[in-house]
């Protein structure tokens, strides 16, 4: 075993080295694990805030179903109720329109029977005339007899 | 076994240009040395006998050089790659960079329980630098020591001696484990005070009418941490790269088999020597952060 100058050579050596690897080499690959860590650390937080916002999302989303649902049942329950009211009113409408229709029918008919029996009383009058001529021939003073007849028509 | 040595003969005459075996091997693992001479001078080393003889006050080119080249290519890479890097997904190259990071890091988290942030980069530093020093190990034994030859023939040093894999010199080891036991030594006094350091050699584990013997015990515990982290990270290399040399010395034309099931279980030793070194790292500079024992 010859130890030399060597062995000091190494040691210095040894030394510079080891500074070198402090000051310029540890500290590149330390801030890149460092960083790596920390971009793998906000990914997963990020994801676990992600899955977070899905489930209050979907918490949200129940809800607003289940209040649109009580809207939608209150909204049908005022349609029908609403509904049933104009069926309602429709039908008085009608009721009152068909009372009205049938009361102008009926004052029409009755206009219809004062007519006929107005044109049947001018001509049961002329047919009493006329059979009182036909009887009388002639003899009888027409003018004298009209208001009696008129009168006789007035009475029908 | 005539035969082996018939097959090894041939091998150490034809392969290594006339070498012995012995002389092959110990070529390759001799270093290429600059240092100075007995009289004075300074220069390069020609032969492994002048290389011994300057003693102390030599450097080993070859390993030293290799371990610079292979960490300061391996920490402009990382700050290259560091550099371009992108927190979205990464890919490719930034991948593979990362995942080498992260389990550095995660090692240290998991062994490691105080705060210190110069812990990481320097058990990234130790554990990718061992590595690819002990992979140096896995390129054939002869190709870049020929290569340097052939350079050093250019300058007259056609037999100069190339040692490819630095962490086979225990002077890299050592330097690096001395290292982590002044870490040891700087973080125990940081932490516990002089003190608190100098009462844990001395009233442990006995308490403190036992202090001779707790010296005797702690003192060469804490002096084995280097020496231990520093020689098992060379026993190992060094023991693999022997054998890489005894089997391209001695097989001849039957070596291929014997390289290839050899570096596949190399290939295990070379990272796990590497992790074993950032273990123990981490251990020693764990415990050197303990708070001091309050009850002696």
């Known amino acids: ?156 | 076994m005539a035969e082996l040595a018939d097959v090894a003969h041939a091998a150490a005459e034809h392969g290594a240009e006339g070498q012995t075996v012995q002389e092959y091997i110990t070529h390759h693992l001799s270093y290429l040395t600059y240092g100075k001479f007995p009289d004075g001078h300074w220069g390069l080393a020609h032969t492994p006998e002048e290389a011994v003889s300057m003693g102390f006050m030599s450097i080993h080119v070859d390993t030293m050089g290799w371990s610079l080249f292979i960490g300061a290519a391996f920490l402009f890479f990382f700050r290259y790659i560091g550099l371009r890097a992108t927190s979205d997904v990464p890919s490719g190259i930034q991948n593979f960079v990362e995942s080498i990071f992260e389990f550095v890091e995660s090692q240290v988290n998991s062994g490691f329980n105080y705060k210190n942030p110069h812990v990481g980069p320097l058990c990234l530093t130790v554990f990718v630098w061992i590595i690819l020093m002990n992979t140096m190990d896995l390129v054939p034994v002869d190709w870049l020591p020929e290569i340097a030859m052939a350079v050093g023939g250019l300058w007259g040093l056609e037999h100069m001696s190339f040692k490819v894999v630095p962490t086979t010199d225990p002077n890299i080891t050592m330097g690096m484990s001395i290292s982590v036991f002044f870490l040891i030594l700087y973080y125990s006094v940081k932490n516990k005070g002089l003190g608190g350091f100098l009462s844990e050699l001395a009233f442990h584990p006995f308490g403190k009418w036992m202090l001779p013997f707790n010296l005797i015990i702690e003192i060469p515990t804490l002096f084995a941490k280097p020496v231990s982290l520093g020689l098992r990270l060379f026993g190992n290399m060094y023991a693999g790269e022997l054998l890489f040399l005894l089997i391209s010395g001695l097989l001849g034309a039957y070596q291929l088999p014997a390289h290839f099931v050899w570096a596949v279980f190399h290939l295990l030793v070379v990272p796990l020597q590497a992790f074993v070194f950032m273990m123990l790292t981490i251990v020693y500079l764990n415990a050197a952060h303990e708070p001091a024992h309050g009850d002696h």
């Open chain 1, 1 to 156: 075993m010859d130890i030399t100058l060597t062995i000091i050579g190494q040691s210095v050596a040894f030394f510079v080295f080891w500074w070198f690897c402090a000051k310029y080499v540890w500290p590149l690959f330390m801030n890149v694990m460092e960083e790596r860590r920390q971009k793998i650390a906000d990914g997963l937080e990020a994801a676990a805030r992600a899955e977070k916002d899905l489930e209050l999302a979907q918490a949200k989303s129940t809800d607003q179903l289940k209040v649109a649902k009580v809207e939608a049942a209150g909204i049908i329950d005022l349609a029908n109720k609403r509904g049933s009211q104009i069926v309602d009113e429709a039908k008085d409408k009608a009721k009152e329109e068909a009372k009205r229709i049938i009361a102008g029918a009926q004052a029409d008919i009755e206009q219809e029977v004062n007519r006929a029996k107005e044109a049947l009383r001018a001509q049961v009058s002329a047919i009493a005339i006329a059979g009182a001529e036909k009887i009388l021939e002639g003899s009888i003073n027409q003018a004298a007899n009209e208001d009696m007849l008129n009168k006789l028509a007035s009475e029908l």
